[in-house]
């Protein structure tokens, strides 16, 4: 269990420009969740699948983000024209089994736009 | 809707002290409550989890919560406070329906350990 992991940690870059984030999650976690979190509040779903199936999008995923998991194991979130409010920290969790069971979380992708 | 309330976004403590908090939620169904800890530029590591069953629940580091129904409520508790339990916290509960797995977080409480 080498734990989910996230690339890159940081990423700077200038507003309008495309980005993409990448997420490993535990080899045999089925499900793989997306959560966005700004300074000083708690992270908040963006999107969740189970496999390689997309099953829920918050209303906080709007057109310039799209997230893909083609194989069932690793996924990507792409944020198109980034604007300054896309600046956050973007983490990436995933969980085994059976809903409610715990999440494991990455350390995450923190985004800068300027 | 379910959602989640910590009282307090900042708890200051003196070290070896009682550490206390607080965290309500809201649920039109049965809840899966959980308790997460994060340190500075770093993911949510899990403390504890109520599921069913025993309404106290321990956790990691010494931490435990116990689950009030009649208070909605989901309190985390440590006797002693030690100066690496500085770190912000963050409750949430999973929504039940279709048994996603999706938690719905409360804003967290940024926990200070005083030497």
């Known amino acids: 269990d080498t734990g989910v992991s996230q690339d890159p940690r940081h990423k700077i870059t200038k507003r309008g420009q495309n980005v993409t984030f990448r997420c490993d999650p535990i080899?045999?976690?089925?499900?793989l969740y997306w959560y966005r979190q700004t300074l000083g509040q708690g992270p908040e779903f963006l999107t969740y699948?189970?496999?390689?199936?997309?099953?829920?999008k918050s209303r906080l995923l709007s057109d310039r983000f799209s997230a893909e998991r083609p194989k069932g194991s690793f996924s990507t979130l792409e944020i198109q024209r980034t604007e300054q409010g896309d600046s956050a920290m973007y983490l990436c969790?995933?969980?085994f089994g059976q809903g409610n069971s715990p999440l494991h979380f990455g350390n995450g992708t923190r985004l800068t736009v300027t | 809707a379910q959602s989640v309330t910590q009282l307090g976004s900042h708890v200051s403590v003196s070290e070896g002290a009682l550490v206390l908090l607080r965290c309500n939620y809201s649920s039109s169904v049965p809840p899966y409550l959980f308790w997460y800890v994060q340190y500075p530029n770093q993911g949510l590591q899990l403390l504890l989890k109520?599921?069913?069953?025993?309404?106290l629940v321990k956790g990691i580091n010494g931490f435990e919560a116990e689950f009030k129904k009649s208070e909605t409520s989901f309190h985390l508790t440590k006797p002693s406070a030690h100066m690496s339990d500085a770190a912000e916290y963050f409750c949430a509960v999973s929504t039940g329906s279709g048994n996603t797995g999706k938690l719905i977080f409360g804003q967290g409480t940024t926990l200070q350990v005083k030497p």
């Open positions: 969790a995933s969980s």
């Open positions: 080899s045999e976690h089925n499900r």
């Open positions: 699948f189970q496999n390689e199936a997309q099953l829920e």
């Open positions: 109520y599921t069913t069953g025993a309404t």
